[in-house]
Every structure is written in C-alpha cells, then in structure tokens.
C-alpha cells in the first residue's frame, strides 16, 4: 500500500482544486456485471461502485445517470453530460474528449455448451467446417473469428442477454462474448453447463471518456481512481463484482486409455525418483553426518580458542594494571621512607620534627608490609599451599579490637563505625581460622572506611551453631553494577581511573574472596553508586561432631 499522506494530500489537493458545481456521468445500463439496472430499478455495477466511492473522498458532487448506449454517447457529445463511464477506449487518437486510465482490462472468450460438446478448444473450432458462431454485431470481432475459421457461420445477436441462452441450441457450436460479462449471464442463468475456453481475447482498457472542457473531471477521476488503488476500496469493490469470475476452470480431455498410459508414466517415474531419492539421502545423511560433526568440532574448537584470547587479552590487562599498581604502592612508601630518612641524616630538626619525620617512615614502613603481605597471601592462595588452622575463637572478641584498631583513622575521617550483633548464641562455641577471619573482616571493614567520605562503616554479625553470618555496609561511592561481577579478581580494582585517589593494592577484596572459600563459605554484595555497598559472607562452624 503506497504511503498515506500522499493519499491524504491528493484529497486535499484536488478536493481544493475541484469546481464546486455538478458533473453528469453517464452509463449505459445494460452491460453486466460493470454497469446495469437491477430488479429494483436501481444502477448498479463494477463502474457504478467505483464511481461512488471516488466521490465519496472527494465529495465532488457527482450524479449519474443511465440510458442506452447509443443515447448516453450523443448527450456527451451535445454537452448534456460531462462524462461517460465503462467505455472502451478507441484505437486511435480521438481529440474530441480526455480518457482518463484505465479502470480495468477486459476481454473476450469462447462460450461453448459442454452437453453438446465434450471436447472443444480453439484447435477444435479451426478444424470444424461452418461453425455457428453467435456474436454481438461488431466489426473487429466478426474479422477476428473470420480469422480463425473462414467457413464460419455467424449469427448475430441483438443484446447480451441472449447471447448465452443461444447456446441451448444444439446448432449453434459456440458464442463469442464478453468473457465476465457472459461469465455473469451464466451464473445469473443457472447454466453451470455452459464452459470457457481459457484464452482471452482482443483485451482491451474500459474507464472514463471527459468532456475536453472539464478537465479538472478527467483529473479528479485519476486521482480518485489512484486513491482507491492505494487504499484497498478498488480490490473490495473488484472483489465484489468481477472476482468470482476470474477463478480459471480446469478442463481434462483425457480418454481413458491416455489417463492410464500417463498414470502408469508417472508411476514409474515416481518408483525411480523414490528408489533414486532413497539412495542419494542415505549418501547425503552420511556425508551430513560428517559435515555436522567437523562443523561442531570446528566451532567447539573455535569457541575455545576465542575464550582463551578473551582471556588471555583481559589477564594481561589486569596484570599490566597490577604491576602498575603494586609498583605506585611499593615506590610510594619508599619513597617515603628514603626521603624523610635522608632529611632526618643531612639537617638540624627539633625533636617534634624529627617524631613526626619518624612517624611518617614507619607509617610508609607499614603501608610498604601490608602490601608484600597481601601479595605473599595472593601468591599462597593462588598456588594453593594456604592450608586453614582451625581453633576456637571469639567472634565478638575480633570486632571489638578492629573497632578499637580502626577508631582512630574513622575519627580522623567523621565517620562512624558501628559494631550491631544480631542472633548470637553465647553459649555456643564457634570454630575457624581466627588469623583468616581476622583478614578477611580487616579487609572489607578497610575497603569500606576508605571509599567511604561521610556517614558510617557498620559490621552485623549473627552467629548459630552451624553458621556465622557478617553484613559489612558502608555510605561511600558504591560500585558500578558492570564491574560486581570481577569486583573479586586478583588483578582487579573497582575503578582503576578512580581509586588512584586511595591508597592500597586493590588486593584485600580478592584476598577476601579466598579466605572465605578457603573455610567452606561463600561471599556476596549488593552496590549502588554514590549511595553504598553491602559485603555479605558467611563461614561455616568447623566445630569437630563429637563437641556438638
């Protein structure tokens, strides 16, 4: 269907455009199905219906008129009409009038009474000698059957509505006619007897023949019809008159002694095709078969290949990142350490100066040892040689000295770090790896004062006697859901460009994440940026069955 506000803007352009007072069109109204007068009086047809609906869009104040043929075309040519419809156009150039296009092809075919004649085709009616033809007087059609047959025997017939009916008479061969119109007096008839030969003949255009001096009609009309293309109301109103009609009939001339010889060909060329068939699917199924199983091996194989370099590219990313990083957090502290040291040996400085000079070494001494710490932890849990030391510890005994450990840098920092026991069974003894615990809570509490600017650090802690679960939440910057899921890769920060701001290896979450699978837990979080995260892990209790 063609784009609707062209649609739109020839209605709107040529409903502007027309000329506000009354077009006559006229129809002869006795050519069925395209225009005719029903039992009722009333016109109506293929062309009738066409015409309306274009007056319909544009509300162009058409009235149509019906007559005879011959009287409708002398009130065009007198000026009493404007325009004629269903009229075939001339052969030839004809200044006198505008013919709009063509609103449909037409055509002619043989009518023959299959009672009287089981076989007939055009080869047949050639071979005949002096057919009756009925016809419609016309000279191009007499010429044409004349053509075919020069014996012919032509009875002509006065209106449409008796050419069909002709055919009753076992002397008349066959009735050149119309094809849809003599299609129709067929149905209308009754005469389910009467065939078609599938040939149609000497198509020709039928639409609008205008008064020159109206011209806005004639382009009205082709708009219209261009309209009613687009829209769908032309094959409705096609539908409704002429399609029943275009249903091609199958004829089978086929004696009996033909149908067997075809059938026992087919038959045979069907075994051979089977038998054929047969073979070529089992040598197309095995070589298939081998084809589907290198194609799998193949895209296995190229699958894993692909996840390898996918692999290998991001391993080496990390690495280069990692060793970027661990070398900022060795060279800072040494930096640190060889400068102030340096200081300390080539100037005079009061004692106050010289403490906090000392002071500023040891805490680059020991932010150097934490991270050869960290890298000697990740180096043991990735080699796997970190084994757990079970005990018996105190859970609540751990948080109350990091609380103690950490007050000092959440005071300097406004936050708060707040200790909240839920569920604790004091009478119930806990066993596990207490230096491990201990790294793991320092970890995740540290990670969380550090990106945390304002607000609170809190660690909730349940304890049963199967299981101890930890809720370290804090206020800072969150994570981003994209990087959750590799938050715990050894080579991995949560924002490399970011966390240049902090100081620290990027390693106590990973180092986190091994403890904890390392004791039987399992650790989680849930972030949002800007607003906080929430780490989650769980231990189970190591606690030997004959102390339950």
Known sequence: MRNPVVIILLIVLFTANRLDGQYKIAFSNNYPPYQFMDESGELVGFNVDILKAINDVYK?????????WHAIKQDLDKGEVNAVGGIHYPGSPDSRYIYTRSVINTSHCFFYNSNYHKKFSLEVFRSLHAPKVAMWKNDVLSHYITSINPTVDILYINNYGGLIPALDSEEVTCVFAQRVGGMYQVKKLGKNYIKTLDQRILERNMGFRVDKDVPELAQLLDHGLEILLANGTYQDIYDKWIGV?????????????????AGSIILVLILLLLIINQVLNAKVKSKTKDLLLQLELNSNMMKELERQKVRAEDSEKMKTAFLANMSHEIRTPMNGILGFTELLKTVEYSSEEQMNFIKIIEQSGNRMLGTINNIIDVSKLESGLEEPS????????????????????TNLKGIALKIIEEGVMASESFVTDEYKLNSILTNLIKNGIKFTKEGFVSVTYSVSSDLAQFWIEDTGIGIAESRQSDIFDQFVQEDTSYSRNFEGSGLGLSISRGYVNLLGGKITLKSEPQKGTVFYFCIPNHKPPFDA
């Open 60 to 68: 162009a104040n058409l009235y149509i008129i019906g007559g005879e």
């Open 390 to 409: 079970y005990q018996e510890v105190d859970i609540r005994g751990i948080l109350i000295q990091l609380r103690s450990f950490f007050k000092q840098e």
């Open 245 to 261: 009609y275009e249903q091609k009939e199958k004829h089978w001339y086929y004696s009996g002694r033909n149908i067997v010889l």
